[in-house]
């Protein structure tokens, strides 16, 4: 079946650097994605969404961009601060299809 | 707005004992979701309903049972629990059409 994968498990960043963290797709028929944070202890917290007519979105501090030739998603969070510090999903979505598909996860660790 | 609220926080049952895990949203939308997450991995559709009325198998349905009460409450039910379902169980609802999905903060089951 169609599955969201990511490249990474694990990756720590010194406080106040870029973190970027990679995400694989293989629906090519997806057209929408999403990116949580799951901090320890809670439920995932929506941070940036895109849609596949675009190839970047920014928000506050965080940057989705979407290459929809190699089928990559990634999300780059500026200046880290210890707060980044949590398990970020991707997930895809197609239209008309009520289910979203979730990576693994990528635990990113903030270095003081 | 409350947005997904879950109930109970935490619980401890013993192997063949049964419980019902509750959600609720008030933001009015049309599809709820209930995922377990086991430690150090991504989250697992168990079952989902698209609308009120409607429900269907996610990716691990076997052991449990739903109810989507009206739009607002949906049920998951373990008749007899096994260890094997220890876990956290988020439960999530989406508006219409394609878009983000939000999750509650989360029931820690544990299975004795």
């Known amino acids: 079946g169609e599955s969201v994968g990511l490249h990474l498990p694990t990756l720590s960043v010194q406080e106040g650097d870029n973190s970027i963290i990679n995400c694989a797709y293989s629906n090519s028929a997806s057209d929408y994605f999403i990116w949580y944070k799951q901090e320890s202890g809670k439920g995932p917290q929506f941070i940036i969404d895109?849609?596949?007519?675009?190839d970047k979105r920014q928000g506050q501090r965080v940057t989705v961009l979407l290459n929809k030739t190699v089928k990559h998603l990634s999300l780059q969070i500026a200046a880290t601060q210890p707060g980044d510090s949590a398990v970020y999903f991707c997930?895809?979505?197609?239209?008309?299809?009520?289910?979203?598909?979730f990576g693994t996860g990528t635990r990113l660790t903030i270095i003081p | 707005n409350a947005g997904v609220t879950q109930t109970p926080k935490f619980q401890v049952l013993k192997t063949g004992q049964s419980m019902t895990l509750q959600c609720a949203q008030d933001?009015?939308?049309?599809?709820m979701y209930w995922y377990r997450q086991d430690p150090g991995m991504g989250l697992r559709l168990i079952y989902y309903?698209?609308?009120?009325?409607?429900?269907d198998k996610g990716e691990v349905p076997n052991g449990y049972n739903v109810s989507r009460l009206n739009k607002r409450e949906f049920s998951l039910r373990l008749e007899s629990a096994a260890p094997s379902q220890t876990s956290v169980y988020f439960c999530a609802s989406r508006g219409q059409g394609a878009g983000r999905e939000y999750f509650g903060p989360g029931t820690r089951l544990t299975v004795l």
């Open positions: 309903s698209a609308s009120e009325g409607t429900t």
């Open positions: 933001m009015n939308h049309n599809s």
């Open positions: 895109i849609r596949s007519n675009m």
């Open positions: 997930a895809e979505a197609s239209f008309g299809n009520e289910k979203l598909t």
